[in-house]
């Protein structure tokens, strides 16, 4: 099933609460729309400025450090 607008924000909020704490969560939020930040723009930024071989390592640490335990469901 995909999830609708308010599924994602909800789970949004979950993720920043719990990562950041209520007030800096708060203010993750102001910030991000006081500077119309473009979220695609800065990741841009940031793997632009990696090469392919590091870009790699880091994902295959980031999949070890993190791995699936969703339950996926083949469409």
Request: hydrophobic share 40%; proline share 4%.
């Amino acid at each position: 099933m995909i999830p609708n607008t308010v599924d994602i924000m909800n789970c949004g909020m979950e993720c920043l609460t719990e990562a950041l704490g209520v007030l800096e969560a708060e203010q993750f939020i102001s910030i991000i729309i006081r500077e119309k930040f473009d979220y695609t723009k800065w990741q841009r930024k940031h793997f632009d400025a990696m090469e392919p071989a590091e870009f790699r390592q880091k994902a295959l640490e980031y999949a070890k450090a993190h791995p699936y335990t969703g339950n996926a469901e083949r469409l």
